[in-house]
């Protein structure tokens, strides 16, 4: 039991001790021994709360190297802006019938950016209760700020993810050595993909901050890369999994250069195709079918085209957190030809595809 004394913290119990001064005894003297530093300021991450020596129960790195086909899941809202899990239940659910193996959760197609920690962490561990015995759950708990990084992926590992999805410390850019040191303060806790994507962070991750990462730790996966067929090439040349990140060139990422599969914004409306795309050899006639839907989705940055469909097909309410707003009503009449040609029974849902009118959408700037 802890003692008080005097004044300040005692410890007489705890393997950590605390400096004790003697008791006043009246009279003031001034203290001539040397000021000792508290333990918490010295015992590396001593005050964190999630500090646990258990054994932990983790999914071997192995099982998310194999996957082939991830999605990364769409996060739909209620009209005040809170998540919708009646929704999203059901978008997991297609994906799991459909053959998705994983889903990246709260990633930029999921809105990670636009949500708190809290609800990040929260939705994170709600998919891991409701889906984790059926497919690998994958927290984005990535960020800029390293001390974010670590701390929202010791709760995501908490509440029980497979893996975690880590990106390069964007705007705030830092130097090669200063990448690496972020990664590692993070790798060591479980399975963990990097994503490489310049376009948004601003800085590319270079194959030998990755390959001196796969040196040291048995805990990373592979690579989600976004800069192109050569890049993806390189790694698998090199032993390190990869899977594209460019839907529109999965394909033969997957066939022609080694990649292991896909993460990818599209499997959230066709994931049977998608599935198909990476599974069943090379199929160019299924990639030039899908090739002008990826076109369709990408227009505009991610998620903005797939928010659009997904409340066209009537599986998602029509509500955006700002600022992503809907694609103009021109491109919701292309939508709904494409969905026609490629054949409505792809496609997740069960309504009839509709462009909807401009005053359908709720945009939301406060939730």
């Not at 009449?333 to 490629?342: P, Y």
Request: proline letters at 6%; a neutral charge.
């Amino acid at each position: 039991m802890t003692a008080l004394k005097g004044y300040g913290l005692c410890s007489m119990d705890s393997v950590l001790h605390f400096p004790c001064p003697k008791p006043f005894q009246g009279g003031y003297k001034r203290r001539s021994s040397k000021w000792v530093s508290p333990k918490a300021a010295v015992v590396p991450n001593f005050h964190l709360p999630m500090r646990s020596l258990e054994v932990k129960n983790r999914t071997n790195t192995d099982d998310i190297k194999a996957l082939r086909v991830i999605t990364a899941i769409k996060t739909p809202y209620l009209p005040d802006g809170r998540f919708d899990l009646e929704a999203y239940d059901d978008l997991v659910n297609i994906q799991i019938q459909n053959g998705a193996e994983g889903v990246i959760v709260g990633g930029t197609t999921g809105e990670g950016q636009l949500m708190s920690w809290d609800e990040h962490i929260m939705l994170i561990g709600h998919t891991v209760n409701c889906f984790g015995g059926s497919i690998k759950v994958i927290g984005n708990t990535g960020s800029n700020s390293t001390r974010e990084a670590i701390h929202a992926t010791e709760q995501g590992f908490a509440v029980g993810m497979h893996a975690a999805l880590h990106i390069n410390p964007y705007y705030g850019k830092t130097s090669m050595d200063g990448m690496v040191a972020h990664f590692q303060s993070v790798l060591h806790m479980g399975p963990t993909i990097i994503y490489n994507v310049p376009g948004r962070t601003g800085q590319d991750i270079p194959p030998r901050v990755i390959f001196k990462l796969s040196r040291g730790s048995p805990n990373l996966a592979g690579v989600k890369e976004c800069v192109g067929n050569k890049r993806v090439e390189e790694y698998t040349e090199n032993g390190v999994v990869v899977w594209s990140g460019n839907d529109d060139e999965c394909h033969d990422s997957r066939w022609d250069y080694g990649a292991t599969g896909v993460i990818s914004v599209t499997s959230n409306l066709v994931p049977g195709l998608m599935r198909k795309l990476m599974f069943e050899g090379k199929n160019s006639e299924l990639k030039e079918k899908l090739l002008p839907l990826m076109a369709w989705l990408f227009q505009e940055p991610n998620p903005i085209g797939l928010n659009t469909a997904l409340a066209q097909l009537g599986v998602a309410r029509p509500v955006f957190r700002l600022p992503y707003v809907p694609l103009p009503l021109s491109k919701r009449v292309e939508f709904v030809k494409m969905v026609k040609e490629i054949g409505r029974e792809h496609f997740v849902g069960e309504r009839d595809v509709q462009a909807l009118d401009d005053d359908d959408f709720i945009l939301i700037g406060r939730y």
